[in-house]
């Protein structure tokens, strides 16, 4: 695609008209970096015509790889973490060229909503339980996802998904509202 993706956004039309909500997004990675850096967050028809306007600019005049890295880098993460170095360290304390295979598929999880994949939350935070679940199923279907592109085979796919998530750090308590009283 050239930025947009036409197919995209007719299926994420018809299943929202299906289920008449909002249950899917047609942005593509460009378009999505393109909201976060140059426009707000409305949701707005105007916003997303300039969106699309912007991102075929873009594509132009951008390799996809440095689009894509551009958009790591900027993205939550969750945990105060914007992009993913900061989210390496946030979760697994390393820089993002040490993170092994599974954690790069775990950090690549929990880009959709990080609060609800967040795997080492204290044991008596209520998400505990269905936060580990959240971050086992992504991860594993980014895992999935690379034997199916080639990228990873299917014995390192097999050696991954198994694992937990001892190495993710807890998710501290700490609010940073300094002494309220």
């Known amino acids: 695609h050239g930025g947009v993706d036409p ?3 007719v299926r994420a039309l018809w299943a929202n008209f299906r289920s ?3 249950q899917q997004g047609g942005s ?3 378009q999505q970096y393109v909201k976060n850096v140059y426009l707000s967050q409305e949701r707005t028809v105007t916003r997303k015509i300039k969106e699309a306007a ?3 600019k873009l594509e132009r005049e951008l390799p996809k790889q440095e689009i894509l890295t551009r958009y790591l880098n900027t993205i939550y993460f969750g945990r105060g973490a914007y992009g993913v170095e900061a989210a390496s360290r946030a979760y697994f304390g390393v820089s993002v060229g040490n993170l092994t295979l599974n954690q790069a598929a775990y950090l690549a999880g929990l880009i959709r909503s990080p609060e609800t994949a967040d795997a080492h939350l204290p044991e008596d935070d209520p998400k505990f339980g269905t936060n580990q679940a959240t971050a086992l199923q992504r991860r594993n279907s980014v895992l999935l996802a690379m034997v199916e592109t080639g990228k990873i085979t ?3 796919y097999d050696e991954s998904s198994v694992l937990g998530f001892g190495d993710v750090k807890l998710r501290g308590t700490k609010t940073n509202f300094g002494n309220v009283r």
Do not use: N, Y
Request: proline fraction near 0%; charge should be negative.
């Open 28 to 30: 593509t990675i460009t």
């Open 7 to 9: 197919v995209g956004i």
């Open 20 to 22: 008449e909500s909002v």
């Open 54 to 56: 912007l991102a075929v």
């Open 154 to 156: 299917q014995a390192q």
